[in-house]
């Protein structure tokens, strides 16, 4: 079915590579007349050293098949061993006699089959020697491509060269059988290998150009055969879905992946619709994922959605070889329903504005890695991604893309992970507590999904929960005692016990207990604030009376209640500073103290809120 659909869209798409052609760099160009004299009595060079993309040349399309140790020279675009016969260091002579003479010999061919195409002309050019004017460039490497050019015209990028090398390519790659394509179900001639590689560049692993399908040795095949005798694909058929594979990699409109981690996500959609997840999962609009969830009620794109699917395939690459970690065929319709899921499971208040905030997908990679802290006043920053220290999943990507797109859950390794990571650099954000809701409600088995909302739960009794909610306000009321008494912090309460809090959260709410005691005691003595102690009291209070003794003796703390730690603190601390910023605003009364510097967002290097 995955290659059905890539040819599917083969047939309907306009941006697919030509037949046996790939994207290459061209180093060189050698520019000839309509009658093969040259135009210029030297080669030129492409390449910009400063220019990451033209390191090597312009990326251009030129005909391509996988070489091996025979001597196969390619269309009008081949290295100087092939096109001018020259010899580097390393080189067998003997071998770049037979490469040039082999190239030489199809252009003869092409411009036989096509006397009207530039093929005549370059033939020309050989005839008449100009070919030994020309000496190795001071910077020509062997790997360098060379693409010759007709009157302004690349000979290999017109339509008879592709025509041409679509019959020659066939020729080489073809079984010499005939039987039905297991992709079409035609009878068609049948190949032999699968005729075109995909860019090591393009694939995540992979140390060298990778075959989607390669049995060239008897012991890897069925029965003992090589090739694809028990995999019989057309040349149609293979050439088609290669393109489009390739084509769709090379896309930034269809493809992603990001530093670091091992796979490289396509996507496509096969029928008439427009819809383009993507555009909500990587930075969700809220007037784009409204109009998504309302378009069944008002019939938006109701016909082309309930016929359209939505495919995609997540592929990674070993040495030569690619992996095909994930393949799906979805409706579009199906989609649409696991991302409102998506959104509904990883929303989160906004510790600083107080709104309900939706995570791009690739923030919630970001903040999976390890965070630096800035020195003295600086902000700090995620480490970046791919980078030596990041600490994070290789496989984090692929599994937010699937739960984003395909409702899946979240191994509990990535929360483990996630919660190891929060210890280590005591810094819970939005993003990280949306996403441990997110694992949280994908959780098998996991009794209590509907009681994490968004926002703060104030009815909810689990134990680590509330632990984690007098954890924040115990941090609440340490920072408006130092503000209070003019005092710097260098050390807070949860610099200090959030790492064992996670863990033993009973143990450090008893020794927060010590310090509270001390707290509200200077808030009623020297600092003259006992309404504010009595405030905090209350709080208190009423936080404790939600635990029952009986569930905090018999319980361990698993995966779980760490989480649910984390997300109590984290949702307690964003209620409180919501509370004062509506005080401030006289929308609402509030006992708390409030300090104006405490209501104003900050923002590390990345611009993601503090």
């Not at 003295?376 to 920053?381: I, L, N, R």
């Not at 009973?506 to 003595?525: E, F, H, P, S």
Request: charged fraction near 25%; glycine fraction near 6%.
């Amino acid at each position: 079915m995955l290659l059905q659909r890539l040819v599917e869209y083969a047939n309907a798409s306009e941006d697919v590579v030509p037949p046996f052609y790939a994207y290459k760099p061209v180093r060189w160009i050698l520019d000839i007349d309509e009658d093969g004299n040259p135009i210029l009595g030297e080669l030129t060079d492409t390449a910009e050293k400063t220019d990451p993309q033209r390191k090597f040349g312009v990326a251009r399309q030129v005909p391509a098949v996988t070489r091996t140790v025979g001597v196969a020279p390619a269309l009008a675009v081949d290295t100087g061993e092939y096109v001018f016969g020259w010899v580097s260091e390393g080189a067998k002579p003997e071998r770049v006699a037979k490469q040039y003479r082999a190239f030489r010999d199809l252009i003869e061919e092409w411009a036989e089959a096509d006397p009207d195409g530039p093929g005549a002309a370059i033939a020309a050019f050989y005839r008449k020697g100009h070919d030994q004017r020309f000496a190795p460039e001071p910077s020509w490497s062997r790997g360098d491509l060379i693409a010759i050019r007709v009157s302004g015209k690349f000979a290999a990028e017109t339509a008879s060269a592709q025509r041409f090398w679509a019959h020659v390519a066939g020729e080489r790659k073809g079984s010499g059988r005939t039987g039905m394509c297991l992709v079409c179900g035609e009878i068609r001639p049948l190949l032999k290998t699968i005729p075109q590689q995909i860019p090591q560049r393009w694939l995540p692993g992979a140390t060298q150009s990778a075959s989607l399908v390669s049995i060239n040795e008897a012991v890897h095949g069925y029965d003992l055969q090589k090739f694809l005798v028990h995999t019989p694909v057309c040349a149609d058929c293979g050439l088609k879905f290669m393109g489009a594979l390739t084509s769709l990699l090379s896309d930034p409109k269809h493809s992603t992946t990001f530093p670091g981690q091992n796979v490289r996500l396509v996507w496509w959609v096969v029928g008439e619709s427009t819809f383009n997840p993507w555009d909500l999962v990587e930075q969700p609009d809220p007037v784009k994922i409204q109009k998504m969830l309302s378009g069944p009620a008002v019939g938006v794109e109701a016909d082309v959605n309930l016929s359209s699917r939505y495919c995609s395939i997540t592929v990674g690459g070993n040495v030569a070889r690619v992996v095909v970690r994930d393949w799906v065929d979805q409706p579009i319709a199906k989609i649409k329903k696991n991302l409102h899921a998506w959104f509904c499971d990883h929303e989160m208040v906004d510790d600083w504005t107080g709104e309900v905030a939706r995570i791009g997908l690739p923030q919630l990679v970001r903040v999976t890695g390890r965070f630096q802290s800035g020195s003295g006043s600086a902000k700090g920053t995620w480490v970046k991604l791919g980078a030596k220290g990041e600490d994070r999943p290789h496989e984090i990507f692929y599994r937010l893309a699937g739960a984003a797109l395909h409702a899946r859950q979240l191994p509990p390794r990535l929360l483990a992970h996630l919660i190891h990571r929060i210890r280590a650099d005591r810094r819970v954000d939005t993003a990280r507590a949306a996403l441990i809701r997110l694992a949280l409600r994908r959780l098998q088995n996991y009794p209590h999904v509907e009681e994490l909302t968004p926002t703060l739960n104030a009815t909810r009794k689990e134990p680590s929960y509330v632990f984690g909610r007098i954890f924040a306000v115990m941090d609440d009321l340490q920072r408006n005692v130092a503000r209070r008494a003019g005092q710097n912090i260098n050390t807070t309460f949860v610099d200090k016990y959030l790492n064992r809090a996670i863990i033993n959260p009973q143990a450090v709410l008893v020794i927060g207990q010590r310090y509270t005691a001390a707290w509200l005691k200077r808030l009623r003595g020297p600092l003259k604030r006992p309404h504010w102690a009595s405030a905090y009291e209350r709080r208190f209070e009423e936080l404790f009376k939600l635990i029952d003794l009986r569930d905090v003796q018999s319980r361990n703390e698993t995966l779980a209640s760490k989480a649910e730690f984390i997300l109590g603190y984290y949702q307690q601390r964003a209620d409180l500073r919501a509370e004062r910023m509506a005080a401030a605003a006289n929308k609402k009364q509030t006992d708390l103290p409030i300090a104006q510097d405490e209501l104003e967002p900050q923002a590390d290097s990345e611009g993601v809120n503090a």
